[in-house]
């Protein structure tokens, strides 16, 4: 059977001073243990983690391991701009526990196919029991994987997988067709769960699951069905909920708030959403939650 993973992207909760709110993220992680979802990517773009302190990603991870153990899988995304930094946060990932760890590609200044090599040979040198996704987000680090380095990369052993946002789904054919037949590769387009599996992909890895995971789980099980009107109209409930929540976290945080939940605010400079934003997110809780 093809393999369609649905790796919930866990967002923060923040308190409306700025400060971090641990009991509405734990709050987050339970509901997100419940959606019956593979696994869980934490503290990566959904999770702000360009806002936080070494400190407080400890924090996170040694949350998000304790209330998800058992549940599902946990990715712990060790992302920063600098190597120094990443080994610390790659050291600290393994002490709390982690068994997985995602890794952005260096941001801010520009990185070519030389140094993200030296940089990601570095990654795997130092992930000693650790399982390794490389993560390629072109449109937010600035920095991309070639085709032909993602080759070579793909072959370090502690290297398993990729995950890819914001790139055409011929991306991911391309590294399908030259990287290992195990190789993991996951879009971080939510809407794309069942087509990105005829491009060679494994799954997704979706914020929006994170507030409405139900019509996620329901286009899976629609794609492995192979009944195309059921297909179509699971695809058609995805594609409304990802249309409301957008990957936005202020969208999020505000249907946590239609939930019940207590989802926080955020922390990092997102335009919150306008009175019509709230009620089709209002909308699309009341019909799929």
């Known amino acids: 059977m093809t393999r369609r993973d649905i790796l919930t992207a866990v967002p923060v909760a923040f308190h409306d001073d700025g400060s971090l709110d641990l009991d509405g993220s734990r709050e987050i ?26 400190e407080e990603r400890g924090q996170l991870a040694a949350l998000s391991l304790e209330e998800l153990a058992g549940a599902m899988r946990v990715v712990v995304h060790v992302g920063a701009p600098s190597l120094y930094e990443v080994l610390r946060l790659i050291d600290q990932a393994r002490d709390l526990g982690a068994t997985e760890i995602a890794v952005l590609t260096p941001y801010y200044l ?24 490389i993560y390629v987000y072109r449109k937010r680090s600035g920095n991309f994987v070639s085709v032909e380095l993602m080759a070579e990369l793909a072959r370090l052993p502690r290297i398993v997988g990729a995950k890819v946002s914001e790139e055409p789904l011929d991306l ?46 329901a286009l899976a099980a629609a794609a492995d069905s192979g009944d195309a009107e059921q297909l179509a109209a699971a695809q058609a409930a995805v594609d409304d909920v990802v249309t409301a929540i957008a990957g936005n976290m202020g969208r999020m945080k505000a249907a946590y708030r239609a939930l019940v939940i207590n989802g926080g605010t955020t922390r990092m400079a997102i335009t919150p ?17």
Do not use: H, M
């Open 110 to 133: 520009p990185s070519d196919d030389d140094a993200l090599r030296e940089f990601f040979t570095a990654v795997d040198a130092a992930a000693e029991g650790l399982s390794v996704y």
């Open 273 to 289: 959403p306008t009175p019509e934003v709230l009620a089709e997110i209002d909308r699309v809780v009341a019909l799929y939650r």
């Open 29 to 54: 992680l339970r509901y997100v243990a419940a959606s019956g979802n593979e696994g869980a990517f934490v503290l990566g773009t959904t999770g702000e983690f360009p806002s936080l302190s070494f």
């Open 172 to 217: 991911i054919a391309q590294y399908r067709a030259v990287v290992p037949d195990d190789f993991v590769i996951y879009t971080g387009a939510d809407a794309e769960l069942a087509a990105a599996a005829e491009f060679g992909a494994q799954g997704v890895i979706s914020g929006v699951s994170s507030v409405l995971p139900k019509p996620f789980r």
